[in-house]
């Protein structure tokens, strides 16, 4: 008598495949910032927005940022983001706000959008250098919500990496700059983490490689502001 054959089989979870389009991005642009996707959004901007896109590029290759913009004094909307939005808004960019609204039955409730920075042609752009890091999800939340309402195709959020703190800490802003703020360690975990929904988004970090240090550190005075947290209730965007 033939013994019985016994079959094992183990079931093996294919190892999944993260597709990336981060290498549309070029050379020059790459060697500058400090960049990540979600959802292939480089592709998106690329194929589907390619007058965008080269609008985006032109103005990431035209900023710097300096010592001066840093050390100037102010709580509203800083000369460097404004610097950054003049650039798209001469290619006819708009700060933006959406009027929603959600319906059940007949009774209509208002839901307005928080206001877009930049928005162009299905594209959003938000610049986030110096606040506080629940804007973050304001951001992310918004992108969702123009996403599944069919009002964008992709966001992107230019910030600060986190590795200028210590140029901060050199000009005596550490505090102001602080851990508390708006930085790529605050922004990629709520990213990984879904916070913008099924929306591609493309995120921008600013980096040491476009600092420009046109005031000597000899001139700067000291200051005790320069510890990595921040306390104060500062907003300059």
């Known amino acids: 008598m033939m013994p019985a054959l016994r079959l094992l089989a183990r079931s093996v979870e294919p190892t999944p495949c993260r597709m990336s389009t981060l290498h549309l991005v070029p050379g020059d642009v790459s060697g500058l910032y400090e960049i990540?996707?979600?959802?292939?959004?480089?592709?998106v901007l690329?194929?589907?927005h390619p007058i965008e896109w080269a609008e985006i590029l032109e103005a990431l290759r035209g900023f710097r940022f300096r010592a001066s913009d840093v050390?100037?004094?102010g709580k509203n909307k800083?000369?460097?983001a404004k610097g950054l939005d003049s650039a798209l808004l001469r290619h006819g960019w708009r700060e933006t706000q959406f009027q929603t609204a959600v319906k059940v039955d007949d009774v209509i409730r208002e839901s307005p959008t928080h206001k877009v920075d930049c928005y162009k042609n299905r594209v959003a752009l938000e610049v986030e250098w110096n606040n506080k890091d629940p804007f973050f999800d304001r951001d992310l939340?918004?992108?969702r919500l123009l996403f599944d309402l069919n009002v964008i195709d992709v966001g992107v959020i230019l910030t600060r990496c986190s590795e200028l703190q210590t140029i901060f800490n050199r000009l005596g802003k550490g505090k102001?700059?602080?851990?508390?703020?708006?930085h790529m360690k605050k922004l990629i975990p709520r990213i990984m983490g879904g916070g913008g929904g099924g929306c591609p988004i493309l995120v921008?970090?600013?980096g040491a490689k476009l600092f420009v240090e046109d005031v000597p550190l000899a001139e700067i005075p000291l200051s005790n502001d320069?510890?990595?947290?921040?306390?104060?209730?500062?907003?300059?965007r």
């Not at 990540?36 to 592709?43: D, F, L, Q, S, T």
């Not at 102001?176 to 708006?182: D, E, K, V």
Request: glycine share 8%; net charge negative; no cysteine.
């Open 71 to 73: 050390l100037a004094p």
């Open 204 to 206: 921008l970090g600013i």
């Open 36 to 43: 990540h996707e979600w959802r292939n959004a480089v592709g």
């Open 46 to 48: 690329q194929t589907a």
């Open 226 to 236: 320069s510890t990595d947290e921040s306390d104060d209730d500062e907003v300059d």
């Open 141 to 143: 939340n918004n992108f």
């Open 78 to 80: 800083s000369d460097l």
């Open 176 to 182: 102001s700059y602080g851990n508390s703020t708006t």
